[in-house]
């Protein structure tokens, strides 16, 4: 088991880690295929999008926003209609009503009487705001795929990440749910990490590209990564 007191900064992914955007995602997709009537299991939508997703984002930079409009056109494209340009602008910003998971400001509150704690998120500045409302934390450092002008899995990301943090990397724990976007990277530069296995109870990978690798730790939820640390 990792020895949490040599840690002072938790970074963390944001989106499927604290705020469930899976959730967020289907409730925002799932009115676009009904009204044009394309019938899609939830399980399938999600894994659609994860592979939309991470081939738009791993080629030239564009804003999130951008990148859930062409998301929501593949979508068309592949099923045979034409998003209206008011289901793209809706869908381009809807990350935020993405709702926060039940259990991340009491455990982030909690984490954060030890720790300071960071953000490293493939998301836009101004889309962030609205989730970092509903998390109710002001985080140390937030490191956002705008800045960096790079999505996760790249390590770019995280480069930006040590270079704002300004500690040693032994110093910092990475915690977060997508083995593809945040675990690999991780691992690849040596840096300590927690999975926090959100689907644990479900089939499948969701919106997350499949992965496979052994995590530093794995935990089914934040609050349970808290109380291992004995702060819950």
């Given at each position: ?7 002072e ?13 899976e959730?967020?995602?289907w ?23 994860g ?10 930079y ?15 494209e ?27 400001t009491?455990a ?7 720790y300071?704690l ?35 899995p790249s ?8 270079k ?59 609050e ?6 004995g702060?819950?």
């Open positions: 088991m990792l020895e949490f007191d040599q840690f900064v938790l970074t963390f992914d944001c989106y499927g880690t604290l705020i469930d955007w959730t967020g995602i409730e925002a997709l799932q009115p676009v295929l009904t009204a044009h009537n394309c019938s899609l299991e939830q399980d399938r939508a999600l894994e659609i999008y592979e939309f997703e991470s081939k738009i984002e791993g080629g030239e564009r804003e999130y926003k951008t990148v859930l409009a062409m998301v929501l056109k593949m979508f068309g592949k099923f045979g209609f034409a998003p209206t340009s008011q289901e793209l602008e809706e869908f381009s910003t809807c990350v935020k009503n993405w709702p926060a998971f039940p259990d991340s009491r982030l509150q909690a984490l954060h009487k030890k300071k960071a953000i490293i998120s493939n998301i836009d500045d101004d889309l962030f705001e609205y989730s970092q409302r509903k998390l109710q934390v002001n985080f140390d450092w937030v490191i956002t795929a705008k800045q960096s002008k790079s999505y996760k390590l770019n990301n995280f480069h930006v990440a040590f704002r943090i300004g500690l040693p990397q032994g110093k910092i724990l990475h915690v977060a749910q997508s083995l593809f976007h945040d675990i690999v990277p991780a691992k690849t530069l040596g840096l300590s990490n927690v999975w926090i296995n959100r689907r644990h109870n479900k089939d499948g990978f969701g919106a997350t590209p499949e992965a496979h690798i052994q995590p530093d730790q794995e935990v089914p939820s934040l349970d990564l808290t109380k291992l640390i702060l819950l």
